[in-house]
């Protein structure tokens, strides 16, 4: 089956301009997340979809990070403006089942942000 | 909190040699236990798991044992190979919540040299 697939691969910007991230989870796969791994850093979850809805944004710096997964399926993750500390691989997410605790999770090959 | 602790690397280790990795947790519930792995250039894939005490994950000759006692999921392999190297990640999720959240520990890079 074909995997998650991200876009871009890569992407450097100045800091206070705008980016955007895009994902296509497994076909099928109800729940999506974005997670941000820092350099030397453990991936930490951003935001969680269930279908087109979120159930978890309590780590998404609200002020400058969105996203958004129209009809349950492709999401995008912006920042405006970004910051130097946004400097990061964004890695996208996702499964089958409704969240549960020992659900394997299949995911992208990220984007690796750079901010100068 | 949740949180997941590992060994500092990066590790080292000439092929056919035997790996440790640590990973302790800290958790306010009864956790489900993780080991991913992130290839060169690719994402990240789960290795093992293991869901309640003393259960032990395996898979490609690694193996973990859910330790409570201990609050332990320490990795091993016997025997490394080349195609090993990559960054192991622990991570943790709790078990009876809905979200499926995974708490990740920092990652350790492993090179296995022929």
């Known amino acids: 089956e074909a995997g998650v697939a991200q876009s871009p691969r890569y992407k450097i910007i100045e800091k206070r301009q705008s980016v955007a991230f895009w994902c296509n989870p497994i076909?099928?796969?109800?729940?999506l997340y974005w997670y941000q791994q820092i350099l030397g850093q453990g991936p930490k979850l951003l935001i969680q979809f269930q279908n087109n809805g979120v159930v978890d944004d309590s780590q998404l710096p609200k002020d400058r990070f969105s996203a958004e997964r129209l009809k349950g399926v492709d999401s995008t993750l912006k920042i405006q403006p970004a910051k130097l500390e946004d400097s990061a691989v964004y890695l996208c997410?996702?499964?089958?089942?409704?969240?549960?605790?020992?659900?394997?999770?299949?995911f992208g090959s990220g984007t690796q942000l750079s901010v100068l | 909190g949740n949180s997941v602790t590992q060994m500092e690397g990066p590790v080292t280790l000439s092929e056919e040699a035997f790996l440790t990795i640590n990973c302790t947790y800290t958790a306010t519930g009864y956790p489900s236990l993780f080991w991913y792995v992130q290839y060169p250039g690719e994402g990240l894939q789960l290795l093992l798991k293991a869901t309640k005490a003393d259960d032990k994950g395996s898979n490609k000759g690694f193996e973990a044992t859910y330790r409570k006692e201990t609050t332990s999921f320490h990795l091993e392999k016997g025997s490394v190979q080349v195609s090993d190297s990559a960054v192991y990640f622990c991570?943790?999720?709790?078990?009876?919540?809905?979200?499926?959240?995974?708490?990740f520990g920092r990652g350790t890079q492993l090179t296995v040299w022929p």
């Open positions: 997410a996702s499964s089958s089942s409704w969240g549960q605790a020992n659900e394997k999770l299949f």
């Open positions: 991570a943790l999720s709790m078990r009876g919540s809905t979200l499926g959240r995974l708490y």
């Open positions: 076909s099928g796969h109800a729940t």
